[in-house]
Structures are given as structure tokens and as C-alpha cells.
């Protein structure tokens, strides 16, 4: 499984939300021109992100982008599963009727397995925890700059 851009765009714009003081209103600009998603691309992604209930889409003025819910709430799995959908590392694992071989295959259990891993280790990593890091790694490469948020 490799990431499409539509959902590196959307974990970048996830966790720039993230690193928002609480409940801040971004605007759609800020995203495009501090996280490097191409402007029409943000529409489309935060629709998505938005119908998974991750974000709130604010119109008018006042409008733009912000968490639906608590950043320690919402998964890096949750983010990425509202872009490309749940994920699966072989179709065997999504319908097993499929494949012939699929009852009694000795790669599939390590399929399942991997899968299963992955998801784990997405599903525990926070947009908090995300934000936390990022927010640590960019004081460090840029010394003398203030945080964002």
C-alpha cells in the first residue's frame, strides 16, 4: 500500500490543524501556503475530511478549517481511511473468494497480520502526539523562529 497524494495532502492539512491553539477557525490560504497543498486540491480533500467527521469547514468571512473534535481524538488511521479508504494490504484479505488459495495459504495469515500491525500503529498515533513532535522538530531545524500555532 502506498500513500496517494490526496492523502499526504490531508495528513499535512490534519496536522497543521492540530497544531492550532484549540478550536481556531485556519484559512483555507494559510494551509496551501504553510503546509504546500496545492490550493483546489485542499477543497477537495477537506470535503472528505469533513464527511469522515475529522474537521469542520467554517463559510463566509470568518471562514476555514478547523479539528471536529479534540486533536488526541482523532488517529493518524482516521485521517488517512477518509482519504483512501479502509485499508488493505491484499484483496485476499477483503474478499476472500477471491483467491483459490485463500483457505488454505500460507501468506495469507501474514497478510492479515501485517495488516493488522499497520493499522495498529496508525490508529495509536494521536494528531496531539503528531502535533507535539512537529512542533519540537521545527524548533529544532529553525532555531530562533517561533512555533507555529
Not at 10 to 26: G, I, Y
Request: hydrophobic share 40%.
Amino acid at each position: 500500500m502506498q500513500l496517494t497524494r490526496a492523502g499526504e495532502y490531508a495528513v499535512r492539512c490534519a496536522l497543521f490543524l492540530a497544531m492550532q491553539e484549540p478550536r481556531r477557525v485556519v484559512t483555507r490560504s494559510e494551509i496551501v501556503r504553510r503546509m504546500q497543498v496545492p490550493f483546489h486540491f485542499l477543497g477537495k480533500i477537506a470535503q472528505a475530511l469533513s464527511r469522515a467527521g475529522v474537521i469542520e469547514i467554517r463559510k463566509g468571512a470568518r471562514g476555514g478549517y478547523r479539528l471536529a473534535r479534540p486533536a488526541e481524538d482523532i488517529s493518524l488511521l482516521e485521517v488517512v481511511e477518509a482519504i483512501e479508504g479502509p485499508i488493505f494490504l491484499n484483496q485476499c484479505l477483503v474478499r476472500p473468494q477471491s483467491c483459490s488459495r485463500s483457505s488454505f495459504c500460507a501468506v495469507h495469515q501474514v497478510w492479515a497480520q501485517a495488516q493488522e500491525r499497520m493499522r495498529e500503529v496508525l490508529g495509536s498515533a494521536s494528531l496531539a502526539e503528531l502535533a507535539e513532535c512537529e512542533k519540537r522538530r521545527g524548533q529544532e531545524l529553525t532555531p530562533g523562529l517561533p512555533a507555529v500555532g
